[in-house]
């Protein structure tokens, strides 16, 4: 749509449905919460670092709630963090997406028998798009990344659902 | 700069026979494998005991390095309270051990003596349930306080899930304005 138009037509209109450029405008600039719960947020720091550099899918960290759209929930949770990461969640302005992102998160994983953790964020908060793995490799999240774009651009706001 | 107060270190039996001088029979057991000082006491006069320790002039266990409690799932008495004690003066290290059964789970707190004691004992009362006779502030310190059960306890159950409860209850978020 873009990129062969640039700079090119004179002043003139474009035709494109309302849904196409909402979705083309969140799905590009997913800003996500600086937050990370355990060893995930360690690979969550590489996906952002310079050599997976997810900024070029226009997803960069924010520091608080209110200025982002996406939630990746990187590492175990506990009960008591559970708590801290719906208020989180609570926070953010809609539209909002969450990445469970490794087993922990999914599932509990690794410490699904610790009396202290939480077994799955989705007891919790809802989840969009869960990335496997202990923990996943940067290309990992980046590609859940991209799936959830994906399912971004097929989102319908002002269509009547048939 | 060297201490003014130095004191030769107290041999083991000569602890043990100030311990049954004072005491009588409280010393159920001793041991000094590998050269650590062991004794097991008896629970009913485990203040009085540690009180000796702490204040007598040749022992002056004045530091508190360690509180921690063993399950001993199935033995009788199930739990054993062990307290690791150091004299700075001396530099003799002391185990203190004393046996509890599960039905009466309560010793005396060591709070009033060694403020260090305050913040462990809290830890095993949340892991293991043991009451504390005389703490200030008998609260749970790891876990929140609707968690249900004592998790280090060798029969908590392996999969059991705790109920989630909101971050502030709702009469704490009427005072803070949220």
Redesign the interface.
Known sequence: MHYTLRNKLPSTALFTTVDAVLNWGRLSSLWYLLFGTACCAIELMQTGGPRADLDRFGAVFRSSPRQSDLLIVAGTVT??M???I??LYEQMADPKYVISMGSCSNCGGLFD?G??V??GID??IPVDVYVPGCPPRPEALTQGLLVLQEKIRKQRYLAREA | MASTKTSAPVAFSDLLSALKGRFGDVVLAHRSDFGDDTVVVQRERWLDILQFLKDAPSLAFNYLVDLTCVDYFGQEPRFEMVVHLLAFESGKRLRVKARIPEEDATIASLAPLWRSANWLEREVYDMFGIRFVGHPDLRRILMYDEFEGYPLRKDYPLKKSQPRVPLLSPEREEEEGI
């Open positions: 009960y008591k559970a708590s801290r719906k208020r028998l009396y202290s939480l077994r007891k919790v």
